[in-house]
């Protein structure tokens, strides 16, 4: 659903989302369920290659950025360097951070699928 907003954002279709059609047919807009900001400039890095890859390099890099401060803020609070690295593990490790990615195709042989057949 976030590659569907950010390229159809990319190409001047704000926002638009057509995934749910069968389960919530009045949601077109991924705004009508949530507001998420970094879509817009996701949508700029679509413009310069329209990958869904870019995706998953952003989540590697934005919980990769957490790294850093998550370590001084626990050894702060607990005054452990064992604690603190204890801690950045179960952050990595944490069962929400592992997600299953299924490549389905092209942008243009999504655009072929027919939603209510889905």
């Known amino acids: 659903m976030y590659d569907q907003a950010v390229w159809n954002t990319g190409q001047g279709h ?13 949601l077109t807009n991924k705004l ?11 949508a700029l890095l679509y413009r310069v290659r329209g990958d869904p890859g870019i995706l998953l390099i952003v989540q590697a890099f ?3 950025a957490v790294i850093w401060p998550l370590f001084h803020l626990l050894r702060w609070k607990t005054a452990s360097t064992f604690l603190a ?4 593990v179960l952050y990595l490790a944490h069962p929400a951070r592992i997600v ?3 490549f389905v195709g092209t942008h243009q042989e999504y655009d ?4 209510t057949t889905v």
Do not use: K
């Open 100 to 102: 299953y990615i299924r």
């Open 32 to 42: 009508g369920d949530h507001v998420e900001p970094i879509l817009p400039p996701l």
């Open 62 to 64: 934005a919980l990769a």
């Open 14 to 26: 704000w926002f638009e989302i057509n995934l749910l059609q069968n389960t919530m047919p009045s």
């Open 112 to 115: 072929r699928i027919d939603v």
């Open 85 to 88: 690295r204890s801690g950045v």
